[in-house]
C-alpha cells in the first residue's frame, strides 16, 4: 500500500507535504487505525450501548432478535456461510443474523473505525489475526470467556490458536477461518529437471534448485522458480523468522538484525542478481498457468488452484534455513462491547452454532482453511478429503510448527503499511536490503511510540 505522491503544479509551488515519519507519528499511513487515546470519540464509555447498522429483516424473522455480522468473506466463502446462516435460522427460532459483506479484512477494519465514530456497532466482526489486536487496544470488544459453559467450553476450539486470541486469561477473539501459508510446487517442471518430488528443505536449497529451472520452457512460458507477493509481508514475515530474524521483541524492533537483514536480502539476490524470481502482479494465476514453478500461498488457496490448474502440483511445508518460519494467519471472530446485553448473548448463539457441528465441518470443507475446532479436526468427512488428497493434510500437519504474528505486526497498524512498502522496494527495485529495513524501522519509531503506553496497559505483563 504504497503512499500518494502529490504533484508539483508548475504554475505555483506546491505547499510542502508532511513526511513520511509525520503521517507515522498521526497514525495517518494506515486507514482505519483505530482512535487509541480518544477510544473512538466516544466519551464516556461505562454502559455505553450504541445502535446497529442498518439492514433488512425478512418478514419471516421479524419477531426475532436481530444480530449483525460484519464478514470479510466473499464470493465462495460467502456462500458457505450463507448457507450456514440459514441452518442456524431453521435450528432455532429466537434470532435472525444478517451477514453483511465487506471486501477483505482491511474493508471490515476501515468500516469499523467509522461505524464506532460514527455510534453504531455490528454485534460480531469477522477480524483478521492482525486487526483485532488494534480493537482489543481500543476497549472495542467484548471479553467471551465468560459466556463459554459446559455445554460449549474452551476445549471447542483448537488451542493453538485460541490462544493467539487470550489476553491476560481472557478470551477476546475466537477462530474462524484460519490458515497458514503452504510451498506449492510444479511437480512436471520439477520432473523435467530432474528435481525431487517435494518442497526444499530450506531457502538455501531453494536456490540451489532454481538453477536448475532457470531458462525452462513449460506450456509456452519461459519458467522462473519463484513467482513473489509484494501486496503481502505475510510471507515475509514467515521468512524472517526462518532466518532467525523477527520483526520485534515484544514492541521493541528488530528489523536491523543480521538475521532479520538477511532474509530480505536472500530475495533481493534470489530475483535481481540470480534472475530466479520476480514480483508478479497474480502470482497465483503465474503458477496455475505455468509461468513459475512455485509459490507461496495461503492453505485456504489450496482448492482453487487445484480447480485452476492444469497440471499436477505438490504442496508441501514452507523451507527453514536457521530455524522454522510458518505464520498463522487467517481471521476469526469478535463481539463488540458496545452492544446491548440482548445481542451480545445472542450473537454468542451465532458463535456457538457456526463454530460446533456440522457448520464447522461445512465450514472447513467448503472454504479450504484449515480445521480449528474439535468438530472439525475429529470429523469422518475431513479425514476422508485428506486421505483422497494428501495435500490438504500437509496443511494441518504444519500447524505443529506455526506460530502466530509478531507483537509489532499484530499491534502497530503501520507496520503492515511500511513493510509491504519494503518488499516492495526490494522485490520490484532490488534496493539494498539493509538501508531498506533501517529506514523501516527508523520510520516506524513515532508508529510503535503512539502505542507502547496502551500496549503495556492492556497487554503488558
Given amino acids: 500500500m504504497a503512499d500518494d505522491r502529490a504533484r508539483t503544479s508548475r504554475a505555483r509551488p506546491a505547499a510542502a507535504s508532511p513526511s513520511r515519519r509525520q503521517l507515522l507519528g498521526a497514525g495517518l499511513l494506515a486507514a482505519g487505525t483505530p ?13 455505553l450501548v450504541l445502535e446497529q447498522p ?127 501459508p503452504l510451498f506449492y510446487y510444479n511437480r512436471e517442471i520439477f520432473e523435467a529437471v530432474g528435481l525431487p518430488d517435494r518442497a526444499p528443505e530450506t531457502y538455501t536449497e531453494w536456490s540451489e534448485w532454481a538453477k536448475e529451472v532457470d531458462g525452462l520452457e513449460f506450456d509456452g512460458n519461459r519458467v522462473r522458480m519463484r513467482a513473489y507477493i509484494g501486496g503481502d509481508d505475510w510471507y515475509f514475515s514467515g521468512a524472517i523468522r526462518a532466518f532467525g530474524g523477527a ?64 497440471f499436477d502440483f505438490g504442496c508441501g511445508f514452507l523451507p527453514q534455513e536457521v530455524t522454522t518460519g510458518v505464520p498463522t494467519g ?35 470443507l467448503g472454504s479450504g482453511y484449515v480445521p480449528c475446532t474439535k468438530d472439525a479436526v475429529e470429523s469422518e468427512e475431513i479425514a476422508q478429503r485428506s486421505a483422497e488428497d494428501p495435500r490438504y493434510q500437509v496443511a494441518i500437519d504444519q500447524l505443529a510448527i506455526a506460530q502466530g504474528p509478531d507483537i509489532a505486526r499484530r499491534f502497530v497498524p503501520e507496520m503492515i503499511v511500511e513493510a509491504k512498502n519494503a518488499i516492495q522496494s526490494v522485490y520490484s527495485a532490488g534496493e539494498d536490503a ?20 496502551k500496549y503495556e496497559q492492556r497487554v503488558g505483563e
Fill in 35 to 47: 482512535l487509541l487515546g480518544g477510544c473512538f470519540g466516544l466519551g464516556e464509555t461505562e454502559g
Fill in 54 to 180: 442498518g439492514g433488512h429483516v425478512p418478514a419471516e424473522f421479524e419477531d426475532r432478535q436481530r444480530v449483525v455480522i460484519w464478514s470479510a468473506y466473499t464470493a465462495h466463502n460467502a456462500e458457505v456461510i450463507a448457507a450456514n446462516i440459514d441452518a442456524f435460522h431453521a435450528a432455532q427460532d429466537e434470532i435472525y443474523a444478517e451477514v453483511q459483506i465487506f471486501d477483505s479484512y482491511d474493508g471490515v477494519e476501515s468500516k469499523l473505525s467509522a461505524s464506532l465514530q460514527a455510534r453504531q456497532v455490528p454485534d460480531i466482526v469477522v477480524l483478521s489475526d492482525v486487526v483485532w489486536n488494534r480493537f482489543y487496544l481500543a476497549e472495542a470488544l467484548e471479553p467471551l470467556t465468560g459466556y463459554f459453559d459446559t455445554s460449549f467450553d474452551t476445549d471447542a476450539f483448537d488451542e493453538r490458536f485460541l490462544d493467539e486470541g487470550t489476553v491476560k486469561d481472557d478470551i477476546w477473539w475466537v477462530p474462524f477461518g484460519r490458515s497458514t
Fill in 247 to 310: 520483526y520485534s521483541d515484544g514492541l521493541d524492533m528488530t528489523l536491523t538484525t543480521e538475521e532479520s537483514i538477511a532474509a530480505l536480502e536472500y530475495d533481493r539476490k534470489f530475483i535481481h542478481d540470480d534472475g530466479y524470481g520476480y514480483l508478479a502482479a497474480d502470482a497465483t494465476g503465474d503458477f496455475t498457468s505455468g509461468a513459475c514453478a512455485t509459490v507461496l500461498q495461503s492453505t485456504g488457496t489450496l482448492s482453487g488452484i487445484k480447480e485452476a490448474a492444469t
Fill in 330 to 364: 487467517g481471521g476469526g471472530l469478535s463481539i463488540m462491547r458496545y452492544a446491548s446485553a440482548e445481542r451480545k448473548q445472542a450473537a454468542w448463539e451465532v458463535i456457538k452454532f457456526l463454530s460446533s457441528g456440522q457448520a464447522s465441518v461445512d465450514w472447513t
Fill in 434 to 453: 539493509e538501508k531498506v529495513l533501517t529506514r523501516m524501522e527508523k520510520e516506524l519509531e513515532p508508529a510503535v511510540d503512539r502505542v507502547r503506553e
